[in-house]
């Protein structure tokens, strides 16, 4: 399950309904959906994207998306590290990024227009969208693995638009594990630099 972290106000969100009622406001979604009753995430593309066809379709009508894929990154991934790296600074996009998370552990930072700074752990069963046009980085956890459906609005997909002097350097990009997360309302750990 998701975690939200307010590094600049000492804060986390474990539940469902806390996140949800924060990000919403900022016109970011969760939501937690089955996983390994549904399909084994190491399944190919083709069977994962079958499998979850009903819950895909549900997000084309809404949101626009014309396509969905299956992306996969791990330590074997070559290049990862320049790959990441394209993600790791402060950026936007022209459409929104969704992504649900089959395997692994990610880290999204979000820079709203009103409000503080926060980070949002993702792990396998997150749905998660960054609207269009919100400022972000993303980074992987200690394990570098990432298994996700992507949804896009345009079939060419998306690239960064950097922000000049992005704030991204002043937040460490550390995932953490529940031992970190005290309890509603506090953390254990310091994602201002």
């Not at 190919?44 to 990154?73: C, F, H, S, W």
Request: glycine share 8%.
């Amino acid at each position: 399950m998701a975690v939200v972290l307010i590094p600049d106000e000492n804060r986390s969100l474990k539940s469902e309904k806390d996140i949800q009622a924060f990000i919403n406001p900022h016109g970011i979604f969760y939501e937690k959906w089955p996983l390994a009753e549904r399909v084994n995430p190491e399944a190919d593309a083709d069977e994962i994207l079958r499998a979850y066809a009903p819950e895909i379709e549900v997000l084309k009508q809404k949101g626009g998306y014309v396509t969905a894929d299956v992306m996969n990154v791990s330590p074997e991934t070559p290049n990862l590290d320049e790959l990441m790296a394209k993600y790791k600074m402060e950026h936007t996009h022209s459409e929104d990024e969704v992504r649900f998370i089959l395997k692994g552990k990610g880290l999204f930072h979000i820079h709203p227009k009103n409000g503080p700074v926060f980070a949002i752990q993702v792990e396998a069963g997150d749905l998660i969208n960054v609207p269009r046009g919100t400022r972000h980085w993303f980074g992987l956890c200690e394990d570098k693995t990432i298994r996700a459906i992507r949804l896009f609005q345009d079939k060419s997909g998306w690239t960064p638009n950097y922000i000049d002097n992005g704030i991204h350097g002043n937040y460490a990009p550390l995932c953490w594990g529940p031992s970190h997360i005290k309890g509603e309302g506090n953390m254990d750990v310091n994602l201002s630099v």
